[in-house]
């Protein structure tokens, strides 16, 4: 049975994993991010942008976050943490960016470690969906 200060420690850890994650991204350093997850890693996004659905593998998830790169500034000091079991819920405040849009909004990241430390599994859900959706589609829209 886990102790409360060991699952302070866990929770602590997957904190810190997650903010340098945030970190990582910003700096295009997939690498680092890479070597946090599971090979079987899934992330699911909801909404109908091309980003939108459940990628699956390590190296889906990591085109998935180079894509989502150019439209996303994130502030890696506006996280915000709570914790289920095994599962670490992140808010993070972020600026996206289309060709015509610059909006604020909040994201929202259920992240599922297994017993390594590794991530398994991520569901990623802006506050608004909608907006995220036409301010992605709206890119692709005038880039063909």
């Given at each position: 049975?886990?102790?409360?200060?060991?699952?302070?420690?866990?929770?602590l850890g997957?904190?810190?994993?997650?903010?340098?994650?945030?970190?990582?991204?910003?700096?295009?350093?997939?690498?680092?991010?890479?070597?946090?997850?599971?090979?079987?890693?899934?992330?699911?996004?909801?909404?109908?942008?091309?980003?939108?659905?459940?990628?699956?593998?390590?190296?889906?998830?990591?085109?998935?976050?180079?894509?989502?790169?150019?439209?996303?500034?994130?502030?890696?000091?506006?996280?915000?943490?709570?914790?289920?079991?095994?599962?670490?819920?992140?808010?993070?405040?972020?600026?996206?960016?289309?060709?015509?849009?610059?909006?604020?909004?909040?994201?929202?990241?259920?992240?599922?470690?297994?017993?390594?430390?590794?991530?398994?599994?991520?569901?990623?859900?802006?506050?608004?969906?909608?907006?995220?959706?036409?301010?992605?589609?709206?890119?692709?829209?005038?880039?063909?």
């Amino acid at each position: 049975m886990m102790g409360r200060s060991e699952k302070g420690t866990n929770e602590l850890g997957r904190e810190t994993l997650f903010a340098s994650l945030v970190l990582a991204f910003l700096e295009r350093d997939f690498e680092t991010i890479g070597q946090a997850l599971r090979e079987d890693v899934v992330l699911v996004l909801p909404g109908s942008s091309p980003f939108a659905g459940v990628h699956r593998g390590a190296e889906a998830v990591g085109r998935f976050l180079l894509g989502l790169r150019q439209f996303v500034v994130s502030d890696e000091k506006a996280l915000s943490y709570s914790h289920e079991g095994d599962e670490l819920i992140a808010s993070n405040d972020f600026l996206l960016h289309g060709p015509r849009h610059t909006v604020e909004m909040t994201m929202r990241v259920r992240v599922a470690f297994d017993q390594e430390g590794r991530i398994g599994e991520v569901f990623a859900e802006p506050d608004d969906v909608g907006l995220f959706d036409h301010v992605i589609v709206s890119t692709f829209s005038t880039t063909s």
